[in-house]
């Protein structure tokens, strides 16, 4: 039961370049969610889904972009990395009613220099 | 917009003891759903506990309890007979019914000491 699936697990950019994170989830759910992890802020919502074909924007939403390629699959696009998007970056997914808890994927740990 | 605020940003038990982290939570919803994760070195984000906001009665999962003030707005943590394994980070967070977001603290990091 592989849950949520997040790749990659650590990444190093230099500024400028531009990447992808992927995330899967298996459990039928249907709300999707980017979270960034920094010390001291907690974790802050970049981008969610809460149906496949529909996104919304989060707290941080500035130098992101997002896909719902379908139910199982939101992946989370840095067009131009710069220093600032340095994070750790989480992945969740929650279904609703009696599923409502949110599994999270590894976390990517990424560096941008 | 929810906000959810954890006012410990550290603090230590020993092994054995019992420790309550607090969290307080603002919304004007009168249906929603709170929980607290726990983070160890490992960054795993793990699930400690869950309440509904309808249900009256504390949700408890062995060691972990909770207390819910939902007038308040309280939402603590108890853990009871502390082991070395709950050094960890701890989050509360809040989902409101819509299932829309999952709002968290800025976490309280817990240390069990020997």
């Known amino acids: 039961n592989a849950g949520v699936t997040q790749t990659p697990k650590f990444q190093v950019l230099k500024t400028g370049q531009s990447m992808t994170l992927q995330c899967a989830q298996d459990m039928n759910h249907n709300s999707m969610y980017w979270y960034r992890q920094d010390p001291g802020m907690g974790l802050r919502l970049i981008y969610y889904s809460a149906s496949e074909g529909t996104t919304d924007k989060g707290e941080v939403p500035n130098g992101y972009n997002v896909s719902r390629l379908n139910k199982r699959e939101f992946s989370l696009r840095l067009e131009s990395a710069a220093p600032s998007q340095t994070s750790v970056y989480f992945c969740a997914s929650s279904g609703w009613g009696q599923d409502t808890e949110a599994f999270f994927g590894q976390g990517t740990r990424l560096t941008v220099v | 917009a929810q906000t959810v605020t954890q006012s410990q940003p550290e603090m230590s038990v020993q092994e054995a003891e019992t420790v309550t982290l607090s969290c307080t939570y603002d919304?004007?919803?009168?249906?929603?759903?709170l929980f607290w994760y726990k983070q160890p070195p490992s960054r795993q984000m793990i699930l400690v506990i869950r309440?509904?906001?309808?249900?009256?009665q504390n949700a408890t999962e062995n060691r972990f309890s909770v207390n819910f003030q939902k007038a308040a707005k309280s939402f603590s943590l108890k853990i009871s007979d502390s082991q070395l394994g709950d050094t960890a980070m701890y989050f509360c967070a809040f989902m409101n019914s819509g299932y829309s977001t999952l709002t968290f603290g800025k976490g309280t990091m817990l240390l069990v000491s020997p």
């Open positions: 919304t004007s919803e009168n249906n929603y759903y």
């Open positions: 309440q509904e906001a309808y249900k009256q």
